[in-house]
C-alpha cells in the first residue's frame, strides 16, 4: 500500500526483539502441539486466507489443502477462492476454517456462511481491515501490460481482476460491530475477527462476544498505517486477558519469528505469502516442504530456549533491543 511501509514494517518489527537463550534444560523431546476450540493441532503454525490461488498453482487451494492435511496444519480459506469450499474441506479431509469478507448486501453474506457451514467449517473468521480501497501502487507497477498471449508458451495463466477486487474492497466500508450479532443472528459456528490492532477493539470485541482475534495489518496489503502486526501483538493480548484466542499474522519467515509471537502471547501464528510461493514453485510439494522447514525452524528455537512446550515459551524468553 502506497509507498510499502506497512509490509516492511511487518518484517522489521522482528530484529526489536531477541531471544534469551537457556541452557541444560533437557530438549531431546518438544511438543509443539497446540489447542484452539477444542481440537488438537501438532503446530501453532497455521495457513491464512489467501484469494486466488489458482494464480499461483493450477490445482491451486486444493494443493494447499492436501499439503496442510499432510503435514497436519489448520488451514483457513478464502472467500475468494479459486476452488468452492466443498472440493477444499474434501480435499483437506477434515475442518477448515472459512475466512467471510462479509457483503454489504447481508443475504450474500448468508449464502456464503450457509456454503462453509455445508463443508462442515467450524470457524467463520470475518476480515474487517479492508474496508476501503487502498492505493497499491507496487501492484500497479507489476500489472500485465503485454497483450501476447501467454497460453502460447505457458499454461494456466491467471486473468485477476484488479477493478473488481478493488470495487468489492469499498463495499465492505459500511460495515460496524452490528455485523457480529447479525452473523450471531443465522450461524452457531465459531466467530473470529481478522484485522484487529488496538486494545480499543479487542475489548470491544469482547463486549460484543466475538469468540478470538487474529491480529493482522493483511499482510502490509490493507492500510498505510506502518504498524507491524507484531507490534500491535502485546497490546492485543493484554486486553484479551486469555479470555478468548489470539492469533497473528504479517511477515513471518522463520521460525524465530514464530517463536517471538508465542513468546509475546500468541496462541497461533499463521503464514501466508510462505506457503503461496512453495505453491508457485512446485505446487503441493512445494507447500509441504515450506511447512517442514518452518516446523523444523521453530523446533529448533524452542530448543535453543528452553522450552519443551508451547506452554513453556513465556515473555521471559525474549528481550527488545533499546
Given at each position: 500500500v502506497e509507498d510499502d511501509g506497512s509490509v516492511r514494517a511487518n518484517r522489521l518489527a522482528f530484529s526489536n526483539y531477541f531471544m534469551r537463550p537457556r541452557r541444560l534444560v533437557g530438549v531431546s523431546k518438544v511438543d509443539m502441539s497446540v489447542e484452539l476450540f477444542g481440537q488438537k493441532w501438532e503446530t501453532p503454525i497455521a495457513l491464512c486466507p489467501a484469494g486466488s490461488q489458482g494464480a499461483f498453482h493450477e490445482d491451486g487451494e486444493l494443493a494447499v489443502a492436501r499439503a496442510a492435511k499432510k503435514?497436519?496444519?489448520?488451514?483457513?480459506?478464502?472467500?475468494?477462492?479459486?476452488?468452492?469450499?466443498?472440493?477444499v474441506a474434501?480435499?483437506?479431509?477434515?475442518?477448515?476454517?472459512?475466512?467471510?469478507?462479509?457483503?454489504?448486501?447481508?443475504?450474500?453474506?448468508?449464502?456464503?456462511?450457509r456454503r462453509?457451514?455445508?463443508?462442515?467449517?467450524?470457524?467463520?473468521?470475518?476480515?474487517?481491515?479492508?474496508?476501503a480501497p487502498s492505493t497499491r501502487n507496487t501492484l500497479r507497477r507489476y500489472r500485465r501490460l503485454d497483450t501476447r498471449e501467454c497460453s502460447d508458451c505457458h499454461t494456466g495463466e491467471p486473468k485477476p481482476n484488479f477493478e473488481g477486487?478493488?470495487?468489492?474492497?469499498?463495499?465492505?466500508?459500511?460495515?460496524t460491530w452490528d455485523i457480529v450479532k447479525q452473523l450471531r443472528s443465522i450461524t452457531?459456528?465459531?466467530i473470529l475477527?481478522?484485522?484487529?490492532?488496538?486494545r480499543e477493539d479487542a475489548e470491544l470485541c469482547l463486549e460484543h462476544g466475538v469468540d478470538g482475534i487474529i491480529v493482522?495489518?493483511?499482510?502490509?496489503?490493507?492500510?498505510a498505517s506502518n504498524w507491524a502486526s507484531l507490534d500491535s501483538l502485546p497490546e492485543v493480548v493484554q486486553a484479551v486477558g486469555g479470555k478468548v484466542p489470539v492469533l497473528v499474522d504479517g511477515g513471518f519467515r522463520h521460525g524465530m519469528d514464530f517463536f517471538k509471537a508465542l513468546a509475546l502471547g500468541a496462541d497461533a501464528v499463521c503464514i501466508g505469502r510462505p506457503y503461496l510461493w512453495g505453491l508457485a514453485a512446485f505446487g503441493q510439494d512445494g507447500v509441504e516442504q515450506v511447512l517442514e522447514l518452518l516446523k523444523r525452524e521453530l523446533r529448533l528455537?524452542?530448543?535453543?530456549?528452553?522450552?519443551?512446550?508451547?506452554?513453556e515459551i513465556q515473555p521471559s524468553h525474549i528481550g527488545r533491543v533499546r
Open positions: 503435514k497436519r496444519h489448520l488451514m483457513m480459506l478464502s472467500t475468494v477462492s479459486s476452488n468452492s469450499v466443498g472440493d474434501e480435499a483437506y479431509g477434515g475442518p477448515i476454517w472459512f475466512q467471510l469478507y462479509a457483503s454489504a448486501k447481508f443475504e450474500v453474506t448468508t449464502g456464503l456462511v462453509a457451514e455445508a463443508a462442515g467449517c467450524p470457524v467463520i473468521v470475518v476480515t474487517v481491515d479492508q474496508i477486487l478493488e470495487r468489492a474492497r469499498g463495499l465492505r466500508a459500511g460495515l452457531d459456528r465459531k475477527l481478522k484485522g484487529i490492532v488496538t493482522s495489518n493483511h499482510g502490509g496489503r490493507s492500510e528455537s524452542m530448543m535453543t530456549a528452553g522450552a519443551r512446550s508451547i506452554s
